[in-house]
């Protein structure tokens, strides 16, 4: 580039430079005077700003906020400054305060969102983990393939306590499923037995002195009769010091509090019944016969007062549906058009007489029960809600519903009847919410290669897309439970 070079002020004489420079600015200030025209007065319209509003559903409305009225105002003719947009507000992802509780590598582990850790908490972890409060129960390999022993593990002071072993055969045939703790953490139950035909039902309590977890011999053993068998064979919990079970005879409660503790049919068994003619083609001759339907436990009351059931109706061509039964009095009624079966309801208890049921026909009905006198309940409110399906994984957050269904989660304003999208293409087996609502935890299940691998993911629904945690729990871990200390 060719340099050029310009010629300085300061090279000519001073005096010719000074009286110069007066001459000529004396000459400007007279052109300037005889051509300046009039000043005129210009209106100047703010433009008007469009908030953008998304409502439920991804559906997006432009709203145009009021126009400013004009402002008259004497300025120069200057052009106007281009006015910079606003940025919009992105949610930022927040990191739980609950850990999570893991399985992986036959360990108990613990993730701390807050710092990131994971750290090992147990070694020896074998099969299902079942948590309660601050206290997990899990068997444990003491010979291979010949002795198990079942453990429960204090997580607080870290202690462990073996409360009884026998062979791996043995424990096999203890009923995993059936290993239950009380919502308070006090009492561990389990059925244990050969066969469903000859089983045992026996609790224990769990105690915590001088740092270390200690369990009882049994309080209670208790033989289910005639006709224990899936689904009957769970345990429930009507209250924290109650545990409930079911067999032909109906639905017994025993309260552990008790001194001694002596189980009663709390809810005997339906009386409700219908005719079905024959199935087999061979006998459209003989008579219909008289079938009865079963209740199974769904969700009790806060208070254990009542039982939310399914009424069971044992031919598939006829459909289940919801039934509140009030215990000891057996009186009961039918959620009306509740469905249970190709299609599933959801419901869920807001305090101890009212009563969530989501219709997967495309409303909500809070039902609030009346035990005056017959026990009956009232329609409080409809909700309008989508159509679905089957609706899963119903948890309750202050005045708002979040749930599972067709591969999304939900949440549903009680109070506004808004339906919020919060996160698409969650193909989960597992759903955990966290402890305040506003994180979940959800496992897919994919096979590469004939092996079959579990993909942990972390919904922030303050934040965007779902998070992948193979980091953290890798594509083999079980067992996830929040936990707060």
């Known amino acids: 580039?060719?340099?050029?070079?310009?010629?300085?002020?300061?090279?000519?004489?001073?005096?010719?430079?000074?009286?110069?420079?007066?001459?000529?600015?004396?000459?400007?200030?007279?052109?300037?005077?005889?051509?300046?025209?009039?000043?005129?007065?210009?209106?100047?319209?703010?433009?008007?700003?469009?908030?953008?509003?998304?409502?439920?559903?991804?559906?997006?409305?432009?709203?145009?906020?009021?126009?400013?009225?004009?402002?008259?105002?004497?300025?120069?003719?200057?052009?106007?400054?281009?006015?910079?947009p606003e940025p919009t507000a992105i949610p930022t992802p927040s990191l739980p305060s609950a850990s999570v509780l893991f399985v992986r590598d036959n360990a108990l582990q613990q993730w701390i969102p807050q710092t990131g850790e994971v750290k090992t908490l147990l070694e020896n972890v074998t099969g299902i983990v079942t948590y309660s409060a601050d206290k997990a129960v899990f068997r444990r390999e003491i010979t291979p393939e010949r002795e198990d022993a079942l453990m429960i593990f204090h997580i607080p002071t870290q202690s462990e306590y073996e409360f009884f072993r026998t062979s791996t055969a043995s424990m096999n045939g203890l009923f995993s499923d059936s290993v239950s703790i009380s919502p308070n953490g006090r009492w561990l139950a389990y059925m244990s037995g050969d066969s469903r035909d000859s089983v045992t039902l026996i609790v224990h309590e769990i105690t915590v002195e001088d740092q270390q977890v200690?369990?009882?011999?049994?309080?209670?053993?208790?033989?289910?009769?005639?006709?224990?068998?899936?689904?009957?064979?769970?345990?429930?919990?009507?209250?924290?010091?109650?545990?409930?079970?079911?067999?032909?005879a109906g639905i017994w409660v025993a309260d552990l509090n008790a001194n001694p503790i002596e189980p009663v049919v709390?809810?005997?068994?339906?009386?409700?019944?219908?005719?079905?003619?024959?199935?087999?083609?061979?006998?459209?001759?003989?008579?219909?016969?008289?079938?009865?339907?079963?209740?199974?436990?769904?969700?009790?009351?806060?208070?254990?007062?009542?039982l939310l059931a399914v009424e069971d109706f044992l031919v598939e061509e006829y459909g289940d549906n919801f039934r509140v039964i009030e215990r000891n009095t057996n009186k009961s009624f039918e959620i009306a058009e509740s469905a249970i079966g190709a299609v599933n309801d959801g419901a869920i208890w807001l305090d101890k007489t009212t009563l969530l049921h989501y219709r997967t026909s495309g409303d909500l009905r809070i039902w609030k029960i009346d035990a005056e006198n017959e026990l009956m309940a009232s329609l409080q409110e409809t909700i309008p809600a989508m159509e679905i399906g089957y609706v899963e994984g119903l948890w309750l957050s202050g005045n708002h519903l979040r749930f599972y269904a067709f591969y999304s989660l939900?949440?549903?304003?009680?109070?506004?009847?808004?339906?919020?999208?919060?996160?698409?293409?969650?193909?989960?087996?597992?759903?955990?919410?966290?402890?305040?609502?506003?994180?979940?935890?959800?496992?897919?299940?994919?096979?590469?290669?004939?092996?079959?691998?579990?993909?942990?993911?972390?919904?922030?629904?303050?934040?965007?897309?779902?998070?992948?945690?193979?980091?953290?729990?890798?594509?083999?871990?079980?067992?996830?439970?929040?936990?707060?200390?």
């Open 214 to 248: 200690t369990v009882s011999s049994p309080v209670l053993t208790a033989v289910p009769g005639n006709g224990w068998d899936w689904p009957y064979d769970q345990l429930t919990w009507p209250t924290e010091n109650e545990i409930s079970w079911n067999d032909q």
């Open 266 to 306: 709390a809810i005997a068994p339906s009386t409700n019944s219908f005719e079905i003619g024959p199935m087999n083609p061979a006998d459209q001759d003989k008579e219909p016969r008289t079938v009865y339907t079963i209740y199974e436990p769904y969700l009790w009351s806060p208070d254990g007062r009542y």
């Open 410 to 485: 939900f949440d549903l304003n009680l109070e506004t009847g808004e339906l919020t999208e919060l996160s698409q293409d969650v193909d989960y087996l597992v759903l955990h919410w966290s402890p305040d609502g506003q994180h979940v935890l959800w496992t897919d299940s994919i096979t590469v290669n004939d092996e079959s691998l579990r993909p942990v993911f972390l919904d922030d629904l303050n934040g965007d897309e779902p998070e992948e945690m193979e980091s953290v729990f890798g594509l083999d871990s079980c067992c996830w439970h929040w936990y707060e200390e």
């Open 1 to 84: 580039m060719k340099s050029v070079r310009r010629a300085s002020l300061s090279n000519l004489p001073y005096t010719f430079y000074m009286t110069t420079k007066a001459l000529l600015f004396s000459i400007c200030i007279l052109f300037l005077a005889a051509c300046q025209p009039d000043l005129e007065t210009i209106e100047v319209t703010t433009r008007p700003t469009l908030t953008a509003t998304v409502l439920a559903m991804d559906t997006a409305t432009s709203v145009a906020s009021p126009t400013p009225t004009a402002t008259s105002t004497a300025v120069p003719p200057t052009p106007l400054p281009t006015a910079t």
